[in-house]
T-cell receptor, first 112, second 112 residues
Framework: DAKTTQPPSMDCAEGRAANLPCNHSTISGNEYVYWYRQIHSQGPQYIIH???NNETNEMASLIITEDRKSSTLILPHATLRDTAVYYCIVSPRGGSNYKLTFGKGTLLTVNP | DGGITQSPKYLFRKEGQNVTLSCEQNLNHDAMYWYRQDPGQGLRLIYY???????QKGDIAEGYSVSREKKESFPLTVTSAQKNPTAFYLC???????????FGQGTRLTVV
């Protein structure tokens, strides 16, 4: 039972902003939105998470819509090293239902 | 230099043999996880452990076994009962089940 929907692939020009969408229309009130990425043949890397407010860290920004049914991960200045599969996950933060379930994600290709 | 270490990076075994994959972390994390990834697919949860001497089945536990005798170690045994063991195996840990997970670099198991 997929809880998130992401496009299978996206392209972005180097130096431009990469905006990765995620639909999570059935998100519950206590579920957070997490983003991870996986560079080919490596372990996934945590990027950012949020509940309802927009969040920013040194890697990316996370914009969550007011109704929390969708979100966008923004890489402000994409580089070739940002080419990876990006996973959007929703999960409660802690508790017996906490589980990170990774779907197929979005393959972001950053082109020179 | 803290982190999660999985060894070996590549592992080959003959069909019918049990094999144990190592996962060690020096992050002092309570929670640890094992995931399996098949080509072109997302990650699927095999087992997770919230604390020493306790572990729970994930979505695809059949044919696998784990132990958690020490906080820093969470080995995974792929038994002969696992029908399609060839895959990329990823170990992760988090401070507790409420926080973001950190992943190792994975072990690629090939059964011939």
């Amino acid at each position: 039972d997929a809880k998130t929907t992401q496009p299978p692939s996206m392209d972005c020009a180097e130096g431009r902003a990469a905006n990765l969408p995620c639909n999570h229309s059935t998100i519950s009130g206590n579920e957070y939105v997490y983003w991870y990425r996986q560079i080919h043949s490596q372990g996934p890397q945590y990027i950012i998470h949020g509940l309802k407010n927009n969040e920013t860290n040194e890697m990316a920004s996370l914009i969550i819509t007011e109704d929390r049914k969708s979100s966008t991960l923004i890489l402000p200045h994409a580089t070739l090293r940002d080419t990876a599969v990006y996973y959007c996950i929703v999960s409660p933060r802690g508790g017996s239902n906490y589980k990170l379930t990774f779907g197929k994600g979005t393959l972001l290709t950053v082109n020179p | 230099d803290g982190g999660i270490t999985q060894s070996p990076k590549y592992l080959f075994r003959k069909e019918g043999q049990n094999v144990t994959l190592s996962c060690e972390q020096n992050l002092n994390h309570d929670a640890m996880y094992w995931y399996r990834q098949d080509p072109g697919q997302g990650l699927r949860l095999i087992y997770y452990s919230q604390i020493v001497n306790d572990f729970q089945k994930g979505d695809i536990a059949e044919g696998y076994s784990v132990s958690r005798e020490k906080k820093e170690s969470f080995p995974l045994t792929v038994t002969s009962a696992q029908k399609n063991p060839t895959a990329f195996y990823l170990c992760a840990s988090s401070i507790d089940r409420a926080t973001e997970a950190f992943f190792g670099q994975g072990t690629r198991l090939t059964v011939v």
